[in-house]
């Protein structure tokens, strides 16, 4: 057998959300064998007898201090407490929705994504991956090969199963584009319609559980164990085997965790993408993480440029209960790099009006987020789609069951608006790869990659 040249072999460990599409991204364009090892996340710390969610110090714990209901003291030990150890955040955000689809899309070993930073498990895991990559080299076994159409779809399944991160949506469709694959809203919303909600993490479901009592419960493949009947599992991974074979012996230890698929916390996906005159090209929410009471929401338009202008109005009470906040030009080429705008949702929680107050963005937000969230509206507002042309005090109308979100306004009015409208100047930003990335990156609903053939 020839000597294997290492060089022509890759293991990537990554430990944080964005880092992990980046690799697979690499993994796909270079098409050399490889495995992902994911980094994990922190484990809880707890205080008196309650898990310290390290989300929430920030704002939930940070609010009941200012509001006397907790002491300075009180609110000083949860600080100190509130990291246990290295890892992503232990719920079911960003970094952990990507880490669940590295493996779904059979890229990762099985067993990875629920397992805790610190945990010795993750060491040995890594080592066992630098032997398993060279295997994958003398059998000439490439990402190409794993990640197929088919696999991409177990991994949308997984997605919606789980009530994964919107950010899932934008890094499937990236990755998927290196292949000359395109995943559309349509086939988004087909397979949500098809795949329960089995996942009771936290942000979504009933506040109970948190990734360690996932992993607990039999981690990622179990999820695909109970979604085995709606998976394509002839498709390889990176063990050398079929999805089929990983799976085999494989069970559910916590059903209170990973729900039967007869009996789901809801009987369609976590994700949903909604289309109307204010996203024609499509628009996505976090179904799992919206009340029941915002499932349909209409309110006046409350207009914002920044997240940090709609923290502002927030906490000077300028917003108020029934609003939509619009928070515009932050998409992929209005905001280069489409940054993550999620503190202003972390506040609305906190404060108690997420249930009662909707966003609309054609910017990201994060995994953690909770509420009526409507995000990578399409045609973002840079490029002159509607949410350009939305004014102060302007109905918006969301209807997440019907798939609907409308702006009423007569259409005669949205075509003079959009006759009168400008682009605004991108100040400090005409230089470099972030004015290349803002002339290329396709829309939010194609993944946000970069657009080489300028169509």
Known sequence: MAETNLLDALVFVPVCDDVIPGHLMAAARLDLPAVVVTGGYMSLNRRAGAPIDPLQVASKHLNACKGGDIDPSEFGQ??????????????????????????????????????????????????????????????????????????????????????????????????????????????????????????????????????????????????????????????????????????????????????????????????????????????????????????????????????????????????????????????PKGDPGMRLQQRFLWQLAARGLHDRVAFVTDGRISGTNKGCAVTHVGPEAAEGGPLAFVEEGDRIEIDIPAGTIELAVPIEELARRGAAWRPPARSGRRKGYLDVYARLAKSADRGAALDYDGE
């Open 78 to 331: 949860i600080v100190d407490r509130r990291c246990r150890g290295s890892g992503a955040c232990p719920v079911m955000g960003t970094a952990n929705t990507l880490a669940a689809l590295a493996e779904a899309l059979g890229m990762s070993p099985p067993g990875n994504a629920a397992t805790p930073g610190p945990d010795s498990r993750l060491q040995r895991l890594a080592f066992e991956a630098g032997r398993q990559v060279v295997e994958l080299h003398r059998r000439g076994l490439t990402p190409s090969q794993i990640m197929t159409p088919a696999a991409f779809e177990n991994a949308v399944r997984v997605l919606m199963a789980i009530g994964g991160s919107t950010n899932g949506v934008l890094h499937l469709q990236a990755v998927a584009a290196e292949f000359d694959l395109e995943l559309t809203p349509e086939l988004f919303n087909r397979l949500n319609a098809e795949t329960p909600l089995i996942c009771d993490i936290v942000p979504g479901g009933s506040g109970a559980h948190y990734m360690a009592d996932l992993d607990e419960a039999g981690g990622i493949p179990a999820v695909l164990k109970e979604l085995e009947p709606l998976l394509d599992t002839t498709v390889l991974t990176v063990t050398g085997k079929t999805l089929a074979r990983d799976l085999e012996g494989v069970r559910v230890l916590d059903r209170a965790v990973i729900r039967p698929l007869d009996d789901p916390l809801s009987p369609e996906g976590g994700l949903r993408f909604l289309r109307g005159s204010l996203a024609p090209n499509g628009c996505l929410v976090k179904t799992s993480a919206v009340p029941d009471t915002m499932l349909r929401h209409t309110g006046p338009a409350r207009i914002f440029t920044s997240e940090e202008l709609a923290c502002d109005a927030l906490a000077d009470g300028s917003l108020v209960a029934g609003d939509v906040v619009v928070l515009r030009y932050t998409g």
